[in-house]
């Protein structure tokens, strides 16, 4: 009688890896390992041979690049999707299409049963099995980190010894260093000390992505950047996909040292937690579609459009992906970005990017009417009419106020 078989969500590290012998050990699970890669770089080299020594009978590597940004990343930037002003989702975004890719490959291995490595304490676990559960809610979940009576393994130490126990001698130390979740969007870093929001961050050692302001070029470069409906299409005159133009921004950004945050946020879970996020491409990206909306959005849509951008980051955040909600304001969003179109032109200087220009052939700006001489579509005497309609309520409230205290 064949075992059943459980997809495991391999990243390859050292908690992932111990998870597969424990995966075998306590359920007698056939353990078939799924690595999504969203833009994680080189930490996918040498997984296949780390995956069979810890004792899987298989592994997928799935890119999901295009994908990941074209369905989730673009939709966002669209959206103007800002975690508490801040935290432009790069964990968040990507969570959804590798629970969307487990789950395929669970369908198609005729698997019981999906395990993610996840925390008890951190969102993660939130976003993977809210769409789990979305996309197949007759597979079974397994969480290690969460089954204390099974899973006891509670350091680096301790999962050390237990693949050595199993046979399985692996290149990774016991040494603490920062916790991080990388793709192509962004790469973030929790611990250490960052673990005291009194502490700075040590950016020598913490970043990946690029430099800190104060050691980039003291010299400023411009970028010109093209978008369609709300699509980037181009970057410094050169066509490419977003995936290319994401890749080429991230260069860009991270030599200039745009994108650092450092925030205090407000986790799923209920807890605070602090971090620091490199999002340098994805940072300029948002800035540029920013840019071209301002030109064409109307003033009431505009207002609207915030909230909902809200929302959206509030859904992402939450791992509510796969639900009708998203789908609606994703819906209304596109409807605001019909006209988004024209060329954005800005300078990167030291973490800032700095205007340079931005052109529409749906600009509601008039020089006409901005300008301060009378244009033919503005009479003066027309504001003093509206003035006083628009100011009637505050009027006729102190006007009730007088009469009281007389």
């Not at 799924?34 to 996918?44: A, K, P, S, T, V």
């Not at 939130?126 to 809610?137: N, S």
Request: net charge negative; with cysteine; charged share 30%.
């Amino acid at each position: 009688m064949s075992k059943e078989k459980v997809v495991l969500a391999y990243s390859g590290g050292l908690d992932t890896t111990a998870i597969i012998p424990w995966l075998k050990e306590n359920f007698d699970y056939e353990v078939i390992c799924c690595c999504i890669d969203c833009g994680q770089g080189e930490e996918l080299d040498g997984l296949e041979e780390r995956a069979k020594l810890s004792g899987a009978s298989k592994l997928y590597i799935e890119n999901i690049i295009d994908e990941f940004c074209d369905d989730y990343i673009v939709p966002c930037v669209k959206a103007g999707a800002v975690y508490e002003n801040k935290y432009l989702l790069g964990t968040s975004m990507a969570r959804p299409p590798i629970a969307k890719k487990l789950v395929e490959i669970a369908r198609k291995e005729g698997a019981t049963a999906i395990c993610h490595g996840a925390t008890g304490k951190g969102n993660d676990q939130i976003r993977f099995e809210l769409g789990i559960k979305a996309l197949a809610p007759d597979l079974k979940i397994i969480a290690p980190w969460r089954m204390t009576d099974v899973w006891t393994m509670q350091s680096r130490e301790d999962e050390i010894e237990y693949c050595k126990a199993h046979g399985i001698d692996l290149p990774f130390d016991a040494k603490h260093s920062y916790s991080r979740d990388r793709n192509l969007w962004h790469i973030s870093h929790e611990g250490l000390e960052l673990e005291d929001p009194a502490c700075e961050p040590n950016y020598d050692d913490l970043l990946v992505l690029g430099v800190s302001p104060e050691k980039a070029p003291d010299e400023g470069e411009y970028v010109t950047m093209t978008f369609e409906a709300g699509v980037p299409k181009s970057l410094n005159g050169k066509e490419m996909k977003v995936s290319e133009i994401i890749t080429e921004l991230n260069k860009l950004g991270g030599k200039h040292g745009i994108g650092i945050v450092d925030i205090v946020e407000n986790r799923v879970v209920g807890m605070k937690s602090r971090g620091v996020y490199e999002t340098p491409g994805g940072t300029i990206l948002m800035e540029a579609h920013d840019q071209l909306e301002e030109l064409v959005l109307d003033r009431a849509t505009y207002e609207v459009k915030k909230d909902m951008g809200n929302k959206m980051a509030q859904i992402v955040y939450e791992g509510k992906w796969f639900t009708p909600l998203r789908e609606a304001v994703q819906a209304f969003v596109d409807v605001t970005q019909q006209y988004v179109t024209g060329e954005v032109k800005f300078k990167l200087y030291k973490g800032n990017i700095i205007k340079a220009g931005t052109t529409s052939p749906y600009s509601l700006y008039s020089e006409s009417l901005a300008s301060f001489t009378t244009g033919e579509h503005y009479d003066h005497h027309d504001a003093e009419g509206f003035i006083n309609l628009f100011g009637l309520p505050l009027k006729v409230r102190a006007m009730k106020m007088q009469e009281l205290e007389k």
